[in-house]
């Protein structure tokens, strides 16, 4: 019995909880609305846009010009990880930064570069995130040139054919206006709601007489209603007198 009491307190609470999240269900979606406005400015007026431009090289060692056996594609898909290495060194970067005339250093110039393979390929993607379209597709194609180069010679590939050069991106590739849109909806709706339960259940004030029954397990032999707007027609009276 006393497990079914509290199973029952229980259930009314979290009834009275939807209740009042109801009642202020305009609240709630006003806040809500108000933080995707704000999301919406900042994404889309604030933050500055980046562009992502993508190169794709693909590296086979060959023995034999003629055949490629099952040996060389197996050998291959493992030492991608390597060229990825080799892609991001020192060595590359800094050349392209030299060669480009970048004010940046190396560091930040990594932090653009994003290498790729995907599984059971031999296919290596670099991408190149800049604020200028123009620039990261310059980026791009001479980070592939200077990587080539350097692959070549460091693990004696004959060549490093280039499957797909870098394209001019038109779509900024960040910030995504809906996504931050969508997401600060959903932080304020949560917020708000967060609030108005905390507030709930700090409020430990009996307003009623069901909450006296409720909280005390006492029942309520009278109400003493408060006459608030005869009380005030009477003040009224008196100040015209």
């Known amino acids: 019995m006393e497990n079914r009491r509290e199973n029952d307190e229980i259930e009314i609470d979290l009834l009275e909880v939807l209740h009042i999240l109801l009642g202020r269900a305009w609240v709630i979606l006003g806040t809500g609305l108000f933080f995707s406005l704000i999301c919406f400015m900042v994404s889309k007026f604030i933050l500055v846009p980046t562009y992502e431009s993508t190169t794709k090289i693909y590296i086979l060692n060959k023995t034999d010009e003629s055949s490629v056996t099952y040996s060389d594609v197996q050998m291959g898909t493992q030492l991608t990880k390597d060229y990825a290495e080799l892609i991001n060194s020192r060595y590359v970067l800094e050349e392209v930064i030299q060669k480009l005339g970048l004010k940046a250093e190396y560091r930040d110039l990594l932090k653009q570069v994003h290498v790729s393979t995907p599984t059971d390929t031999r296919i290596v993607a670099i991408t190149v995130e800049d604020t200028e379209p123009a620039q990261a597709m310059q980026m791009a194609n001479c980070i592939r040139e200077v990587a080539s180069s350097h692959i070549q010679n460091v693990m004696d590939i004959e060549a490093v054919n280039v499957v797909e050069p870098a394209n001019m991106p038109t779509v900024k590739a960040s910030p995504n206006v809906s996504a931050w849109t969508l997401i600060g909806g959903m932080l304020g709706v949560l917020l708000i709601s967060f ?47």
């Open 195 to 241: 609030a108005i339960i905390v507030r709930y259940l700090l409020d430990d004030t009996i307003k009623s007489s069901e909450d006296v029954e409720k909280y005390l397990g006492l029942s309520t032999l009278a109400l003493i209603p408060i006459a608030e707007s005869g009380e005030k027609s009477k003040t009224k009276k008196k100040k015209r007198k």
